[in-house]
């Protein structure tokens, strides 16, 4: 998982676009699908992270480092969301593959903007939760 384009520097159109849309296409369009509730669960959690991030006034790369363990930790979570039945697979999928291509704050930025436009996606897909 890339988040960026072979430059590393840009991060790639497609990401924010059809991949985002891929993504919520297999959160809602199944029998078992997320609910908005769960959703914004996970994106509001990555996001009070992303605060503590900015918030600091040290480098931030050295910042990241103190919440890389809590930015870690949401494979846990979404498993255990996973036998509470509360969200599908396919998120559960999802998450993991991208919290394990999270390694610095550039990567955190990048996926906190990919998760902001899969929960787009899922509200136009599924407004009615």
């Known amino acids: 998982m890339s988040y960026f384009d072979d430059t590393g520097k840009h991060i790639r159109p497609e990401l924010l676009n059809e991949e985002a849309r891929q993504a919520a296409d297999q959160f809602v369009r199944t029998k078992d699908s997320i609910k908005n509730s769960q959703l914004r669960r996970f994106f509001n959690e990555f996001k009070s ?16 480092q103190s919440i890389k363990p809590l930015v870690k930790m949401a494979n846990a979570k979404v498993v255990y969301a996973r036998a509470r039945k509360v969200v599908p697979d396919a998120f559960v999928v999802w998450l993991q593959k991208n919290v394990q291509a999270i ?14 436009a899969v929960v787009g996606f899922c509200y136009g897909l599924n407004p009615k939760d």
């Open 103 to 116: 390694d610095t704050a550039k990567d955190f930025k990048a996926f906190l903007l990919h998760f902001e």
């Open 49 to 64: 992270l992303e605060r503590k991030l900015i918030q600091t006034q040290v480098d931030q790369e050295e910042a990241f």
